[in-house]
């Protein structure tokens, strides 16, 4: 079985300029508060309350994640929302690559790596 691999900051980095499709998951008021790692998709999955609209989130990532083996990487605030969602992507949907940001945006920030506002 397939399970979710959590990558550290600096191999997210690396990743990212190699062009591997991320995805923020969190909230707007979150990338506005703390930016977004360039090139990142923004796709809120929880709202603020905790609810969902997964068949839409789901039309709106098959777009930019074509295949079901296709690597991507998933990015929240700490980890903990990437870890659902990867888990749920895995177990549910039969997605084979997925990884999440270690730590999330605050290791992230913490190790003081490049962040964009837009």
């Known amino acids: 079985m397939n399970k979710l691999i959590d990558l550290p900051p600096k191999s997210v980095e690396y990743m990212g300029n190699d062009n591997i499709v991320m ?3 969190r909230r707007p008021e979150e990338w506005k508060a703390t930016g977004v790692i ?3 998709h923004k796709m809120t999955f929880f709202d603020m309350f905790g609810n969902c609209d997964v068949p839409g989130w789901l039309n709106d ?3 930019i994640v074509t295949s079901k083996e296709q ?3 998933l990015i929240c605030a700490h980890a903990n929302r990437t870890r659902t969602i990867g888990n749920f992507l895995i177990q549910n949907h039969g997605y084979t690559n997925v990884t ?3 730590g999330g945006m605050a290791l992230w920030l913490d190790e003081g790596r490049e962040v ?3």
């Open 61 to 63: 990532f098959e777009k």
């Open 23 to 25: 995805i923020d998951v």
């Open 100 to 102: 999440h940001l270690e």
């Open 71 to 73: 690597q991507f990487i």
């Open 116 to 118: 964009i506002f837009d």
């Open 38 to 40: 360039k090139n990142a």
